[in-house]
């Protein structure tokens, strides 16, 4: 059985404070190992228990396990009914579910998310992973804009890694 403490990287706790409730943001595919497919199913389910309900998937590892691997993970978190962003089957999917809007209590927050890279691993064919991409990113603005989003949340994954 997985515990909170194996569950260690939430991406900012300054961005938690903003997020309703119950709606916990952590780095799913990158959380304790590289792909929570990695682990069971039961890890998954844990994390829905401890209240987590929005994962940010797009960062350098989120290619390690190709296809199978993103498509596993986006399986097991959908059939538990738990939002994911930053990782798609397809631009169609995409498309419908970007950004993640939470609406608690008449406050609209929208989630965004994108990695610099995935080590120089391709993104499987017909796949998409957002990217750090002015353009792309000052359109998924615009788009969080027009759903009305009152407070947009830009969860980057970037940054120099084993430097202090």
Same mark, same amino acid.
């Given at each position: 059985?997985?515990? =909170?403490?194996?569950?260690? &990287? ?5 961005? /938690? ?6 709606? #916990?943001? %952590? ?52 059939? =538990?009914?738990?939002?994911? &962003? ?5 631009? /169609? ?6 950004? #993640?809007? %939470? ?62």
């Amino acid at each position: 059985m997985w515990r =909170l403490k194996d569950i260690a &990287l939430i991406e900012s706790k300054e961005a /938690l404070k903003a997020i309703p409730e119950g709606k #916990v943001l %952590i780095n799913t595919i990158n959380a304790h190992s590289y792909n929570v497919a990695q682990k069971d199913d039961a890890f998954a389910e844990a994390l829905q228990r401890a209240g987590f309900g929005v994962f940010i998937m797009a960062n350098n590892h989120c290619c390690d396990k190709d296809r199978r691997g993103i498509e596993r993970t986006l399986y097991v978190l959908d059939s =538990l009914g738990l939002q994911h &962003l930053g990782v798609y089957r397809d631009t /169609l999917e995409r498309d419908s579910l970007y950004p #993640v809007i %939470i609406d608690h209590d008449g406050l609209r927050v929208a989630i965004l998310n994108a990695t610099y890279g995935t080590n120089g691993l391709p993104v499987p064919r017909g796949m998409y992973v957002n990217m750090l991409d002015t353009a792309a990113i000052c359109a998924d603005i615009a788009r969080a804009k027009a759903q009305q989003a009152d407070v947009i949340i830009m969860m980057p994954h970037w940054g120099e890694e084993y430097h202090r």
